[in-house]
């Protein structure tokens, strides 16, 4: 995907050679952007952030301690032996009175006021080009519901928008407009569209390379308080509106099914991977085999635990709390009930199918 990577590296370069010190640019979500070595000290969280090309959770929580996300200016932050950490000088990239990434620099004792306002020319280009890539970044992700249509022209048209390498994955979660705004903060290689319509409410629909697919998905879905679902990865960005179907069908489940919650992958979903497919009315004449059962929420959690044990007696008893002897008379009842024969296999599979239609219900 498009970024001013070159601008930002040249600039980097030309940072660390004034003031004769290490440099790390950042975005705000901690993502590596470019880094320049000017002298021989370099500590283990900043080896660590270069290898990873992003700093992890407990480093960005600990240096987010230090109050980086909400300062107007340099942020000093003292060395630590323990935990090999550095004294460096934290400088928050602001561009309008918004953050948009961190330039670190290993303090050696040199860094001053004055070195600092040497290079607030250089500081100010930087964060006016991640401002830049962020505006940029938001006009692309509106180019996703053209990627993930089902007109085959529109998702052509889209592509040819778009920079985007392969495999993706895209990633489903409930919209909420007052979370909107934070989309930007994602990390770049992520196109997002807010309110992109599925199934008749909108959605935040984020097209993200594969390897980051998981974390974005619980990073979402903690923003948005709501579940998330995650497709099935796509070599070719051509194929992404199959993993965005694939997304959607899993939040749908997610939703529903408390163990496949809060994030749940299409890859994992197994059975319900077909009953989401079903429209709303095939799952309610699906769900009508066993609504006899409705009524009497502990007969129905005995059947279904019953045949989610593949119908082994022992197993399934162990598992509901209750003696072989109780779960033989209320798989007797229930099959008077219904009308049904659990130890007809294909009777069973219906039964058990009815079931799992149920809860998508």
């Known amino acids: 995907m498009h970024n001013n990577g070159g601008v930002l590296q040249e600039t980097i370069d030309e940072i660390a050679a004034r ?15 470019a880094y320049a070595a000017q002298s021989g000290h370099i500590d283990t969280i900043r080896q660590e ?6 700093a992890t959770p407990e480093v960005r929580a600990y240096f987010e301690g230090y109050g980086i996300a909400a300062a107007k200016g340099p942020v000093r932050i003292p060395a630590d032996a323990e935990l090999g950490v550095l004294a460096r000088v934290c400088v928050p990239l602001r561009y309008h009175d918004v953050t948009y990434g961190y330039l670190w620099l290993l303090d050696d004792g040199t860094l001053g006021a004055d070195a600092l306002a040497s290079v607030s020319d250089l500081v100010s280009r930087v964060a006016a080009v991640l401002a830049q ?15 993930f249509s089902s007109d085959a022209e529109e998702r052509s048209w889209a592509l040819s928008q778009l920079d985007v390498a392969g495999p993706v994955t895209a ?25 992109l319509p599925a199934q008749g409410e909108p959605l935040v629909a984020l097209l993200a390379p594969s390897g980051q697919a998981l974390e974005l998905a619980g990073r979402i879905r903690d923003m948005y308080g709501t579940a998330a679902g995650v497709g099935d990865a796509r070599a070719e960005p051509a194929q992404a509106w199959r993993s965005w179907r694939e997304a959607v069908q899993a939040l749908r489940v997610a939703g529903r099914v408390s163990r496949f919650a809060p994030v749940a992958t ?12 079903l429209s709303h009315a095939d799952l309610r004449e699906l769900a009508g085999e066993t609504a006899v059962l409705t ?3 502990e007969l129905t959690r005995t059947v279904e635990g019953y045949l989610d044990h593949a119908g082994h007696v022992q197993e399934a008893a162990a ?18 009930l219904m009308g049904r024969d659990l130890s007809d296999g294909e009777q069973r599979l219906l039964v058990h199918l009815s079931l799992k239609a149920a809860r998508l219900l």
């Open 19 to 33: 003031l004769g010190a290490s440099a790390t640019l950042e975005d705000r979500s901690f993502q590596l952007l």
């Open 319 to 336: 598992a509901l709390g209750v003696h072989r002897q109780t779960l033989y008379y209320r798989l007797g009842k229930a099959e008077r």
């Open 49 to 54: 952030s270069i290898l990873r090309r992003r």
């Open 171 to 195: 990633i489903a979660v409930r919209s909420s407009p007052v979370r909107v705004a934070a989309l930007w903060t994602l990390p770049r290689g992520v196109l997002a569209d807010p309110g």
């Open 133 to 147: 890539d962020a505006r940029r970044r938001q006009d692309l992700g509106r180019n996703l519901r053209e990627l």
């Open 266 to 277: 299409w890859s994992d979903l197994g059975v319900y991977r077909v009953l989401a497919r």
């Open 295 to 297: 009524e009497d929420p």
